[in-house]
């Protein structure tokens, strides 16, 4: 044995000794609030030093959206949703962001050093980069959400994750397009561009050129750490505020055109409304109560704090109201940090549940002053006829019911 | 300094012309970062087909062929030997005769997309699946062929379908569809619409 280790030993156990008096009163205040016994500490290990890993009382997990299993019969990963219900805060850990895929995909397993990103098309100098090269390139590091033109919420569904689990927010580096395409000059004409991936069905999207230079990134870092798989390993594109879809992952080309390309994406666009279609791009403000949501039990009366998250294609939401008795009266909600564009926002209220029943709903206003709708507003702006199911046009971003039953039990109040 | 240096070969070259001096050849980019990739490799890697079908490849099928190739290649094996009734999403119009709105025969690719073209590019980038990227050019004519045959877009079984013949191919929703509307920062999704 080391002399050094029996000093160490010598200092524990006077500084034990020392501190005595207050240790026993802190063993005690312990003993009260925490269960004895040997799952007080986790044993350390080479893994859990090299990569740290939730506690084994957290097992939040995503689950497969819309009734469709993931992996599919072929084995491919289809839609899968992100447990909004179990986060606090704006960011959605990479390991639980929400999934979705062109038509279902394998996820591609790619080399970061093979992988290129190649520009050509209408410009003066097309140009194929490494991921190494594209990092020597100016960066920026933004927040921004990610949301599926599926995340649709419906009177069947029971909890948040069903409802809304189809968004997700991250912070992403990465290059603009903008700096890429200035790289490459872009030629007259060239008012659009079609982005692809390198996935087995290379799912190719096609964007306008005033988005493109406007604020698109292609991120090849999420929450500090090189953008997962799932998630479009090694580059992806960020679309800020359009529909998930045009957000291409696994990125290996640009081309620049002059026309809108009708891909198999923009195929899935296709409508006969041009209502549909403009609501089908850019994402509508849109919130939902988190805390408490369907599925949670409230305990008893008393304090709460309500709290949410809200967002908008539109830019920076605004202002966040909530209403406790189902729209009658708004009260303004508290926006939790500095809200960003196109990224989701937390909101936070006060509330003091009297035991009764009562509704929980919360609508976003965005720096636009485009507001939230209810569903009923929407059906009406439409005239949708009565008795016809309805079902808002576009991106879905109608405002979420809670309904508290007076025995705490939390529902959805979609009718 | 490199940057500074393309800068002012960028801005200036005639006044370094006017001065007698000259500069090495430089990438014409402002941060020299990136390769200029060989016409080959464009070739290879651009599958983007246009709607009035530019970037189409030399090549040519017929439905007849398609036909066969749909059992040979797997397709039927998902999507049913007529391409009705697979676990994969059907492919023909339902039998419900001649529709005022050929929108109403359903979600159905070769039939309601307004440009063969889409039809052609989906089939060559995207199936089959687990094989995508294996059909030659002609074999995708073909099926693509078959496929308009199926859904009566075309009513010739042996009509050559190219790459001149494929884009003048009339869809039925050629005209028949929103177009995607003008999009700019910084405004509402669509005017008059508050939410």
Request: net charge negative; hydrophobic share 35%; with cysteine.
């Amino acid at each position: 044995m080391s002399s050094k280790k029996t000093d160490r030993r010598e200092f524990l156990k006077q500084g034990a000794a020392l501190a005595s008096g207050a240790a026993v009163g802190a063993a005690s205040q312990s003993a009260s609030g925490q269960l004895a016994g040997p799952e007080a500490f986790i044993q350390g290990s080479d893994d859990m030093v090299a990569y740290g890993s939730r506690s084994r009382f957290v097992n939040s997990q995503r689950i497969p959206h819309g009734g469709r299993h993931s992996p599919d019969t072929f084995g491919l990963d289809f839609h899968i949703a992100t447990p909004l219900q179990d986060q606090h805060g704006v960011v959605t850990p990479s390991s639980l962001f929400y999934m979705g895929t062109t038509r279902g995909s394998y996820l591609p397993d790619i080399d970061p050093d093979k992988h290129r990103l190649m520009v050509h098309g209408l410009v003066d100098n097309p140009l194929v980069f490494t991921m190494e090269e594209l990092k020597r390139l100016p960066s920026v590091t933004r927040m921004h959400f990610v949301e599926c033109a599926g995340n649709r919420a419906n009177s069947r569904m029971t909890n948040v994750q069903e409802t809304h689990g189809m968004t997700s927010n991250a912070e992403w580096t990465g290059v603009l397009l903008s700096t890429i395409l200035e790289e490459a000059g872009v030629k007259d004409g060239g008012e659009w561009i079609v982005a692809e991936g390198v996935e087995s069905v290379k799912g190719a999207s096609t964007i306008p050129m005033i988005k493109a230079m406007d604020d698109t990134l292609l991120a090849y870092s999420m929450n500090g750490e090189p953008v997962r798989p799932q998630q479009g390993f090694p580059l992806r594109m960020l679309v800020p505020g359009f529909e998930g879809i045009f957000n291409v992952k696994w990125l290996r080309r640009i081309k620049v055109v002059d026309r809108y390309y009708m891909t198999y994406n923009d195929y899935g666009h296709l409508t006969q409304d041009p209502a549909t279609a403009a609501l089908g791009y850019q994402i509508g403000p849109k919130s939902v109560i988190v805390h408490p949501s369907g599925g949670m039990q409230l305990p008893g009366t008393g304090y709460y704090q309500v709290s949410g998250l809200a967002w908008s294609g539109g830019g920076k939401v605004a202002r966040v109201e909530v209403t406790t008795d189902g729209g009658e009266t708004w009260f303004d909600a508290e926006i939790r940090g500095e809200p960003q564009s196109m990224a989701h926002t937390q909101f936070a209220f006060d509330w003091e549940w009297d035991g009764s029943e009562c509704e929980l709903q919360s609508r976003c206003i965005d720096e636009l002053g485009q507001i939230q709708p209810s569903r009923q507003q929407a059906q009406e702006f439409w005239n949708t006829p009565e008795g016809e199911r309805l079902r808002v046009r576009g991106q879905d971003n109608s405002i979420q019911p809670w309904r508290i039953h007076s025995d705490g039990s939390i529902h959805n109040a979609i009718i | 300094m490199a940057v500074f240096i393309m800068r002012l070969f960028k801005l200036s070259v005639p006044l370094l012309l006017v001065l007698g001096i000259t500069v090495e050849a430089q990438s014409p980019t402002k941060y020299g970062v990136g390769r200029t990739p060989t016409d080959a490799e464009i070739t290879a890697w651009d599958i983007s087909i246009s709607p009035t079908g530019e970037e189409l490849p030399v090549g040519s099928g017929t439905a007849d062929l398609g036909a066969q190739l749909f059992l040979e290649k797997g397709c039927a094996g998902c999507h049913g030997t007529n391409g009705t009734d697979g676990i994969a999403p059907r492919l023909v119009k339902r039998d419900v005769g001649v529709l005022d709105n050929p929108w109403d025969y359903g979600r159905i690719l070769p039939i309601r997309s307004p440009f063969a073209t889409t039809v052609w590019d989906y089939i060559n980038r995207g199936m089959p699946l687990g094989a995508e990227g294996t059909l030659t050019a002609d074999e995708v004519y073909s099926v693509t062929a078959y496929l308009l045959y199926l859904n009566d877009v075309i009513t010739d079984d042996q009509m050559v379908v190219d790459q001149d013949t494929l884009p003048a191919i009339q869809m039925p929703n050629r005209d028949n569809w929103a177009q995607v509307p003008d999009w700019f920062p910084e405004e509402p999704r669509l005017k008059g619409y508050p939410y």
